[in-house]
C-alpha cells in the first residue's frame, strides 16, 4: 500500500467512514469516492499522512462535520470536490494556503514530475485512466458541465450543496483557479473584493446564498470567465459596467432584490448604485392638492344650487313641480307593470 497512487472508487454502494487505511499509502495522489454513502467527519490527519495528494472527489456522499483546516496543508491539492455533503460550519481560512492551487501552470509539483520524466509516465497513465473510466472527464457546475482534456487544467474548488455557513474567505491568491463553485449553501458576507485576480476562472457559481453588498467592480477583469451564476442572493447596487459582466443573461442575477442595471431591466435611478424599492412620489403635496380641489368644489356647487334656490323663487318652484311630476310617473309605471304581471300569473 506504501506505493499506491491512485484510489476510484466511485459510483458504488460503498459506507462507513473515510477509510483509515488511506493513513498507510503516503503516496497518493488521487482519491475518488464520489458517489458512494460515506458518511461522518473527514480526518484530521490527511493534512499530514496525505502530503502528495493532487486530486480529491468526494461528491455525493454523507460527510458531514466541518471541513477540517489540516485540508490547507495538502499543498500539492489542486482539484477538490467535497459537494452534494452535509458539511456545516464555515470555510476553513485555511484553503487559501492550497499553494497548487496558487500557481498559474496549473500543475502541483507531483503532477509535474509525473508528467516531465519517463519514470513518472506510468503514474500519469494511471491517472488519466481513473479519472476518465466510465465517465466523461469533467466537473460540474450549476448550469453547465466543464470538459477538461488535461490534468494540469483540473484546478477546481466545488464545496456546493452543503450547509456551509460565514463569509467567504480571501481567495483570490488562488489564482490557478478555473472553477469555483460555492452555491446552494448559507454562505453571508460580501463578495471577496479580490476575486477579480482570478484571472483563469472559467466558471463561478455563488448563487442560492445569503450574500450581501455590492458586485465587485474588479469581476470585470475576469474576462475568461464562460459561465457565472450570482441569483439568489441579497446582493444590491449597480452591476460593473465593463466588457464581461453584461455579457450574462438577467437569469444570473434575479433573485437580488437590490441590484440593479444591464442586463437586468431595471435602472438604477440617478448616479445611485442602488436599485430603486419603490417609485419616487414626491413629498405628497401634489395628492393632497388634488384631494383639497375636490372638495371645494364640491361645496360651492352645492352652495350654488342651494342660494339658487334661496333667492330664486320661480326657480324653486319649477325645481317641486319637476320633482313631483316625476315621482307621480314613477309611481304609475309601478303600478301599470304590476298590475301587468298579476294578470299574466293568473292567466299561467
Given amino acids: 500500500m506504501h506505493n499506491l497512487n491512485v484510489v476510484n472508487l466511485h459510483t458504488n454502494n460503498l459506507s462507513g467512514e473515510f477509510p483509515r487505511v488511506f493513513q498507510s499509502c ?18 484530521v490527519w490527511m493534512g499530514v499522512k ?9 461528491r455525493y456522499n454523507m460527510f458531514s462535520g466541518q471541513i477540517p483546516i489540516e485540508i490547507g496543508k495538502i499543498r500539492e491539492l489542486q482539484f477538490l470536490d467535497l459537494a452534494h455533503n452535509n458539511f456545516s460550519g464555515s470555510m476553513p481560512n485555511s484553503l487559501v494556503n492550497l499553494s497548487a492551487m496558487a500557481r498559474t501552470s496549473g500543475h502541483s509539483d507531483v503532477l509535474y514530475y509525473a508528467f516531465s520524466n519517463k519514470q513518472g509516465a506510468h503514474l500519469y497513465n ?4 481513473s479519472i476518465s473510466f466510465g465517465e466523461t472527464l469533467s466537473v460540474l457546475t450549476k448550469g453547465q458541465q466543464l470538459v477538461f482534456f488535461y490534468i494540469s487544467d483540473m484546478v477546481v474548488l466545488d464545496l456546493s450543496c452543503n450547509s456551509l455557513t460565514g463569509v467567504i474567505p480571501d481567495i483570490g491568491g488562488l489564482i490557478g483557479l478555473r472553477s469555483l463553485n460555492l452555491s446552494l449553501n448559507s454562505l453571508s458576507g460580501a463578495i471577496p473584493e479580490k ?17 450581501s453588498g455590492e458586485i465587485p467592480s474588479s469581476m470585470t477583469a475576469l474576462t475568461s470567465l464562460s459561465h457565472m451564476n450570482l441569483s439568489y442572493n441579497n446582493l444590491s447596487g449597480k452591476i460593473p459596467t465593463g466588457n464581461q459582466l ?5 437569469s444570473d442575477y ?15 435611478t440617478g448616479n445611485s448604485s442602488s436599485r430603486p424599492t419603490h417609485v419616487d412620489h414626491g413629498d405628497g403635496s401634489e395628492d393632497i392638492s388634488l384631494y383639497l380641489g375636490l372638495a371645494v368644489g364640491y361645496v360651492l356647487g352645492l352652495w350654488v344650487v342651494f342660494c339658487v334656490m334661496l333667492f330664486k323663487k320661480r326657480w324653486r318652484t319649477v ?22 304581471l298579476k294578470r299574466k300569473l293568473g292567466k299561467t
Avoid at 196 to 211: A, R, V
Avoid at 246 to 250: K, L, P, R, V
Avoid at 254 to 268: D, Q, R, S
Fill in 246 to 250: 453584461q455579457t450574462f443573461d438577467a
Fill in 319 to 340: 325645481y317641486f313641480r319637476f320633482i313631483e311630476g316625476l315621482q307621480d310617473r314613477i309611481y304609475l309605471a309601478v303600478v301599470l307593470r304590476w298590475a301587468n
Fill in 195 to 211: 476575486i477579480g485576480e482570478l484571472k483563469q476562472l472559467e466558471s463561478l457559481d455563488l448563487s442560492n446564498n445569503e450574500l
Fill in 26 to 43: 503516503p503516496n497518493l495522489i488521487f482519491v475518488d469516492l464520489s458517489y458512494n454513502i460515506f458518511s461522518g467527519d473527514l480526518p
Fill in 126 to 129: 494511471s491517472v488519466y485512466l
Fill in 50 to 58: 496525505l502530503p502528495y495528494l493532487a486530486m480529491l472527489r468526494l
Fill in 254 to 268: 434575479i433573485g437580488n432584490i437590490g441590484l440593479c442595471g444591464y442586463p437586468l431591466t431595471n435602472n438604477c
